[in-house]
């Protein structure tokens, strides 16, 4: 099927925390809303059947609770309910961005996936009721090729949210296509925890999966664009992100996803928008995911080595990773932490005058959000001292070839494989063996910045 995702620069308010009428609200969103209908006949016009739009894209961040009130669309959370917004204008007060998506996906004939503020009036009998009397959500909508609303999903993992409310139970959200089968959904955050994203896949073996973002790039271990490819590999979905376009604010990274290829765009020097088409094969349901284990002969062993590197700790995405430093053109390492041991064989083309350094961390995330990670990591390093590992590094030229592997303690694993400039390349081989996890490259085809295996033990969160 054809899909396409738009990276869209959103218009933005210039004082977000000020309050503003409806009609004023409306008119910043009319400006986004704009560049969404050029988009949507664009993609209409190379064939796509669902275009996804990003996380906040309508209305931009940074809000109060207060502040973003004029801004929000009353949506009727409910599958009982159907309703064309661009036909029955008059059914509900309040849906102005809703009746305008409507009858973009009508009047292309074009599956529509956008991310709004959403309002909810509850009583003050329901004991979750906010004091103001209402629920506030970020919710995604889908709108089918004739317009009508078939699903809605509120983003459950809120990220320093503090305008909306989670709702009181994850959203499982599909909804069918004639093209491609049934789709899930959830946003940006929620990529990162069991629910609603791990639980949605597995309980509905979905294999589609469109995803809104507002993703700032965090690197080495979580740039949007690698950790989408990581997710579409790890499960063995097709993924459409549509991310927000703000370098200034470290946003970018938007892609196609299948678990074998990426049409991806990641931009951090100019401005504007960008939209992706692209053609892409429906998953069959029936094929075997990476998070199983096989039992194969084998075994995992590090040969006994004179000399052994010297240990180092530096700081990693706010953690404190163990480290051993990477020398020469080839070699066998292995670094521990808690329960995880990771291992790895490299061998490179040429020996230059980069350091690299295998890391490993295994306990609890807490910044920026809470969350145990198992993590093997083969990183560029900043510089060439040992304190420069863990740091944001973009270019690379070293070309390596590697197995890595660890004990991990989680099913869940996300292979990471990026390379210079951003770019992302595809393991050879991948899985389980012996109670281990690996991933393995005979060359990579670019400069290596990041190799690691991403672990997400949920149980202990």
Known sequence: YVAAVYEHESILSPNPTALVDRPSALELMGRNLDIYEEQVVAA??????IIVFPEDGIHGFNFTRRSIYPYLDFVPHSHFVKWNPCRETYLFNDTEVLQRLSCMA??????LVANLGTKQPCEHTDPRCPFDGRYQFNTNVVFNDAGTLVATYRKH??????????????DYKLFDTPFAGKFGMFTCFDILFFEPAVSLIRQYNVKQIVYPTAWMN??????AVEFQQAFATAFNVNILAANIHHPTLGMTGSGIYTPVKSFIYHDMESYGGKLIVAEIP?????????????????NVSGKGNEQLPPLFYAEMMYDNFTFVPVWGKKGELQVCANTLCCYLNYQRDVLTDELYALGVFDGLHTVHGTYYVQACALVKCGGLSFSTCGQEVTDATAVIGFQLWGNMSTPYIFPLLLTSGITLDFADHMGWKNNHYFISKNRTSNGL????????WYEKD
């Open 157 to 170: 993992n809120l990220y320093f949210e503090y305008a909306f409310d989670a709702p009181p139970e994850p």
């Open 282 to 298: 429906v998953i069959s349901t029936d094929y075997k995911t990476n998070l199983e284990p096989q039992k194969t002969p084998g």
């Open 449 to 456: 910045l990041t190799a690691a295996l991403y672990g997400r």
């Open 106 to 111: 009508l009047k292309n004939k074009i599956f």
């Open 218 to 223: 965090q690197l080495p271990l979580l740039s």
């Open 44 to 49: 209409a016009g190379q064939g796509a059947q």
